[in-house]
């Protein structure tokens, strides 16, 4: 019953504009998934979600929804429906009138409408305030509404841009379980956009990862996390961030400070330069005590201590990462002081090895 | 008078309202001061004159006897002034009785008159500036250009745009007229019957009050966010269901504050019906604020019976303005 969703090297370029918003996107979205579209602003998240709706043209490429071909079709023929970010509800219908206002229009009769609107209500906790306007509920029920709307019409497909953006951090921590949850009970085919990795992270079924219009990978959660495809997926994905950084390469090991970390064979191999960016999260480090030949001296800025798990930040001895801070997980509840000098290594088998020409990962095994 | 019921120890009304009266003046002298002057010019710009008028209108003032001494120069140089024997009278309701009995005047025709014109202008001022605000919301070629056309209308005198379309509409030399006689229509004699020559007032002040209905619904076209159009298009709506579900409810509040204006300032449309018009055929195109103007000022000036002709116009705008607002509340607008 659920549906899939092709882009088929969709390209959008703004009318005055020379580079495209998108870049010929080409992402599969399976029938029945939550695939979460996320990138830093500006990288044309919006632009595709609303290339799908039909809001905004396509320069070139194509659109599929399950077997049709949407590209051209209007908004009102491709059967989807949208949450936008403002959620964008009727000031003059009550809410029961803006949940089945695209049932109206469909030319259903009263008695459908309401109990459709019935039910949606039951399911988003909206019954009390079904004969308010908009403007009298809070901005966590404007957004139920705002579901609301979107699932009485049952669609092929559901879009939401940035949908918690306007909810205080708690209740977005909560909406959002909320509606991962009703998607998997709908099954309905769902493309969300988000800056937020988090958000990310925790409701996609899969994600897809942009950058200036232009698509980085696409996988499930733990995979990004765990096998980035580029620098730009490595240090997007994850809180906190991974760290990264240039280091020479000598006789196969990358110079840290004093320390020398031996690169696997395929990664020099595909090595063209005799520099390497390497990439290492913060739970990827080990304290260790004394002298090894692939440790290397930080010096502590700062220790974050959250009870379960502690974070240090410290600055790198002899060497500089792109963030001019590190930061490495360690041990609760027995944190070195600030300003005290500590020794980490790299898990070996932890270490991301990218190329610095293209920032593209090499292989480690 | 003898019994005052206490509302409870230790608040006698007296003494209590005074030191009230004391405090609010001790603590907020500053803001009394501050707007001492604007009352002070509203009390002598706008409420002298209203309660001045309001009174004439129970007298039979007029130019004969509007003064209160009449005084003759005396040899020595010097005034000798006596009480006006013939002065204006207090006369009660007489101006009022006279002119809602047509016993002076003709206040029911000009009254159907002002409805008249006053709907018809309204009517035609909002929708067409509806239509050209919706028409150059858009994006085109030469939007601006267009925009500044529109608003020249506005920018002329009232007075110079009537006596062009007086001119226009002119029996015998008129462009319409000869436009009219090109396509084989017999010219028409524009001022010689009442409708004909309400028809050409009507078309002359729609011409000149389009361009600020359509300047503020293009504002409140703007003020509209996008997303209701995206979210209504994705709710399946058509173009004609957008703007019968989105642009207009959107454009509620102006509307409403915009025809509320337009009334009462058509209502009181003095120079277009003067010039154009000039109450031709024999005074059958006049309204209210015409004719309070030939009470005052033309023949036997009848201060009085003026000042009766504006308190009527005025009670009549209270009260629409007052019905008006209540039907907004009625719809849920908060005004
Ligand atoms: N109407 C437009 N005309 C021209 N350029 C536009 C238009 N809308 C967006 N862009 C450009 O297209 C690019 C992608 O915009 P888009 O709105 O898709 O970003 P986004 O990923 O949704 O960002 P955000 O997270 O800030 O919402 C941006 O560089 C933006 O400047
Ligand atoms: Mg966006």
């Given at each position: 019953?659920?549906?899939?969703?092709?882009?088929?090297?969709?390209?959008?370029?703004?009318?005055?504009?020379?580079?495209?918003?998108?870049?010929?996107?080409?992402?599969?979205v399976r029938a029945g998934e939550f695939l979460v579209l996320v990138g830093p602003s500006g990288c044309g998240k919006s632009t595709s979600l609303r290339m799908l709706a039909g809001l905004e043209d396509v320069t070139s490429g194509a659109i599929r929804i399950g077997e049709r071909d949407v590209t051209h079709l209007r908004p009102k023929d491709r059967d989807i429906a949208m949450v936008f970010q403002s959620y964008a509800l009727y000031p003059h219908l009550t809410v029961g009138e803006n949940m089945g206002f695209a049932l109206k229009i469909a030319g259903l009769s009263k008695a459908e409408i309401t109990a459709r609107v019935t039910d949606a209500a039951k399911v988003l906790d909206l019954e009390p305030y079904l004969d308010r306007k908009p403007k009298a509920l809070s901005g966590g029920q404007r957004q139920r509404v705002a579901m609301g709307r979107a699932i009485v019409r049952e669609p092929q497909v559901f879009l939401m841009d940035e949908p918690l953006s306007n909810l205080d951090a708690k209740l977005r921590v909560s909406t959002r379980t909320q509606i991962a949850a009703l998607q998997r009970r709908l099954g309905i085919t769902t493309v969300y956009v988000t800056h937020d990795q988090v958000e990310a992270m925790t409701m996609g079924d899969r994600v897809a990862v942009l950058k200036d219009g232009i698509l980085q990978q696409v996988a499930a959660p733990l995979e990004l996390y765990d096998k980035p495809a580029n620098a730009f997926v490595a240090g997007f994905i994850g809180s906190p961030a991974m760290n990264l950084g240039t280091f020479r390469v000598e006789d196969g090991a990358a110079v840290i400070g004093e320390a020398r970390v031996p690169l696997p064979r395929t990664a020099t191999a595909a090595l063209t330069e005799s520099e390497v960016v390497l990439g290492f999260r913060p739970e990827a480090l080990e304290m260790v005590a004394g002298y090894a030949p692939d440790a290397f001296a930080v010096e502590v800025l700062v220790a974050e201590e959250l009870g379960s798990e502690a974070f240090l930040y410290g600055t790198l001895e002899?060497?500089?990462?792109?963030?001019?801070?590190?930061?490495?997980?360690?041990?609760?509840?027995?944190?070195?002081?600030?300003?005290?000098?500590?020794?980490?290594?790299?898990l070996p088998d932890r270490m991301h090895v990218f190329s610095p020409a293209t920032g593209e990962a090499l292989p480690t095994a | 008078m003898t019994t005052v019921i206490s509302a409870g120890p230790g608040h006698e009304p007296g003494p209590a309202r005074r030191g009230r009266v004391r405090r609010l003046l001790d603590r907020h002298w500053y803001a009394w001061a501050m707007v001492l002057p604007t009352v002070l010019v509203l009390g002598v710009l706008v409420l002298y004159p209203l309660f001045q008028g309001i009174y004439q209108s129970f007298t039979d003032l007029n130019?004969?006897?509007?003064?209160?001494?009449?005084?003759?120069?005396?040899?020595?140089?010097?005034?000798?002034?006596?009480?006006?024997?013939?002065?204006?009278?207090?006369?009660?309701?007489?101006?009022?009785?006279?002119?809602?009995?047509?016993?002076?005047?003709?206040?029911?025709?000009?009254?159907?008159n002002t409805v008249v014109w006053t709907g018809a202008c309204v009517f035609f001022h909002y929708t067409i500036g509806l239509g050209l605000a919706v028409l150059l919301n858009r994006t085109f070629r030469g939007r601006s250009l267009y925009r500044v056309l529109l608003i020249v209308p506005w920018a002329v005198p009232a007075f110079v745009s009537a006596f062009a379309w007086k001119f226009l509409f002119n029996p015998r030399f008129g462009l319409i007229n000869s436009l009219l006689s090109n396509v084989g229509i017999d010219p028409v004699d524009w001022f010689n019957h009442r409708w004909t020559s309400m028809f050409a007032a009507i078309v002359t002040n729609v011409w000149l009050g389009v361009p600020f209905m359509m300047v503020a619904i293009l504002g409140g076209l703007q003020s509209i966010p996008a997303d209701l159009y995206e979210a209504a298009e994705m709710d399946g709506a058509t173009p004609w269901q957008r703007f019968r579900h989105v642009t207009l409810p959107g454009l509620r509040p102006v509307s409403s504050t915009v025809i509320l204006l337009g009334t009462i300032w058509t209502f009181n449309m003095f120079p277009i019906i003067f010039f154009v018009t000039g109450g031709e055929p024999a005074g059958e195109t006049e309204i209210l604020v015409t004719g309070a103007f030939r009470a005052a000022f033309e023949g036997l000036r009848n201060y009085s019976l003026a000042a009766t002709y504006g308190v009527l116009i005025l009670s009549m705008l209270v009260v629409y303005a007052a019905m008006y607002r209540r039907v907004l509340r009625s719809k849920g607008e908060v005004w």
């Open positions: 019953m659920s549906t899939p969703v092709v882009f088929d090297a969709a390209t959008r370029v703004y009318p005055g504009s020379t580079t495209p918003a998108v870049d010929s996107l080409d992402l599969e002899g060497a500089s990462l792109r963030d001019p801070q590190l930061v490495a997980k360690v041990a609760p509840r027995s944190v070195p002081p600030k300003g005290s000098r500590v020794h980490f290594r790299i | 130019e004969t006897n509007n003064r209160d001494l009449i005084c003759t120069q005396t040899l020595g140089g010097g005034e000798d002034c006596v009480p006006n024997p013939d002065r204006a009278q207090f006369v009660g309701l007489d101006n009022y009785v006279d002119l809602l009995t047509g016993e002076r005047g003709h206040f029911w025709l000009l009254l159907v």
